[in-house]
């Protein structure tokens, strides 16, 4: 079945970096776009950055640009999501999930039907 671990959230000081892993399982990686979303207490799930299958990323967040960067490593079945400059409004659990297509189109999170148990970010001084 579709499986996805995230991993490598934890507690960092503004201006700090983190590297979250998302391993997929149960699908042939290589062929899907993947996302990272992010949930931060009470607010709704945001996307905030997609890599497609050819490996073009697709930001979706605005104040992330310039800080965040998406890769995929398909021989691991695993996408790596590079925060750097973190900033306090980057608390959330991050998320990792596809809607099965090849090309990074956001959808509604119902349209992405597996997801992991997230990983989380605190980034407090």
């Known amino acids: 079945q579709v499986q996805f671990v995230e991993s490598g959230g934890g507690l960092v000081q503004p201006g700090e970096s983190l590297r979250l892993s998302c391993e997929a399982s149960g699908f042939t990686l290589s062929y899907y776009a993947i996302t990272w979303f992010r949930q931060a207490p009470g607010k709704e799930r945001e996307g905030v950055l997609c890599?497609?299958?050819?490996?073009?990323?697709?930001y979706y967040a605005d104040s992330v640009k310039g800080r965040f960067t998406i890769s995929r490593d398909n021989a691991k079945n695993t996408v790596y999501l590079q925060m750097n400059n973190l900033k306090p409004e980057d608390t959330a659990v991050y998320s990792c999930?596809?809607?099965?297509?090849?090309?990074?189109?956001?959808?509604?999170?119902?349209?992405?039907?597996?997801w992991g148990q997230g990983t989380q970010v605190t980034v407090s001084s």
């Open positions: 999930a596809t809607n099965f297509l090849g090309d990074c189109t956001l959808q509604s999170v119902h349209a992405y039907g597996y």
């Open positions: 890599v497609s299958r050819t490996v073009t990323s697709a």
